[in-house]
């Protein structure tokens, strides 16, 4: 079936690397998503891979693919306050814009 | 340019009664879909329509129902609320064909007492 699954908190210090995982079910997903959500606010796109890569680099943020595991991670270097928000992954299995998202993953970042 | 905007930002109804959503997309989007998220929990399809046609839609009663106008925005309709009801109701849309990336509103938080 489909489900998208995340660990829901994580907590590190400013400055500190973050890697919020989440495994998917579907290897059919062509695009896998990252979307941030602030309190009280909607989804905000942050990155997003394509299935036939491994690894996707976008300045602070780092997204990991192995397919074989259905595992995506998202690696955020230096760590700041402004990132203390609910992530959530997201894939679309069936490849037509009906994504499935996980519960998402509260991350707090200590000063 | 502007995102997409969603209205009204917040509203409360008492069950049993009737409430619409409005959802305007980024200009030149052709494709919106309706997300309901209930607190605590990530975000699940509704609805999904391209061109003013009905795309998808997910696993949700008859009470709701969508459309989407000439001009591309959409409204969502949901008849008969009930207290599970109460949630954040996001809409996304695309640029063209429905499986591009979806960009979120901020959505409309239903409280339904």
């Known amino acids: 079936g489909e489900d998208v699954e995340q660990s829901l908190f994580l907590s590190v210090r400013e400055g500190d690397s973050s890697v919020i995982n989440c495994t998917y079910t579907?290897?059919?997903?062509?695009?896998l998503y990252w979307y941030k959500q602030e309190p009280g606010a909607g989804l905000q796109l942050l990155t997003y891979?394509?299935?036939?890569?491994d690894m996707k680099q976008d300045q602070r943020l780092t997204v990991l693919l192995n397919k074989k595991d259905k595992h995506l991670s998202l690696r955020i270097a230096d760590t700041q306050t402004g990132d203390s928000a609910i992530y959530f992954c997201a894939e679309d299995p069936s490849n037509t814009g009906k994504l499935i998202f996980g519960q998402g993953t509260t991350l707090q970042v200590k000063p | 340019d502007a995102g997409v905007t969603q209205s009204p930002t917040h509203l409360i109804k008492t069950r049993g009664q009737h409430v619409t959503l409005r959802c305007s997309p980024i200009?030149?989007?052709?494709?919106v879909s309706w997300y309901q998220q209930v607190l605590g929990q990530g975000p699940q399809f509704i609805f999904q329509y391209y061109e003013k046609e009905e795309r998808g839609r997910g696993n949700f009663p008859d009470r709701f129902s969508a459309r989407q106008f000439p001009n591309y925005s959409s409204e969502l309709n949901v008849n008969a609320l009930l207290l599970g009801d109460s949630a954040l109701y996001l809409c996304a849309s695309t640029p063209a064909v429905v499986t591009d990336t979806q960009y979120f509103g901020p959505g409309t938080r239903l409280t339904v007492l």
């Open positions: 891979i394509f299935s036939n890569m």
């Open positions: 579907d290897s059919s997903s062509t695009y």
């Open positions: 200009s030149g989007h052709k494709s």
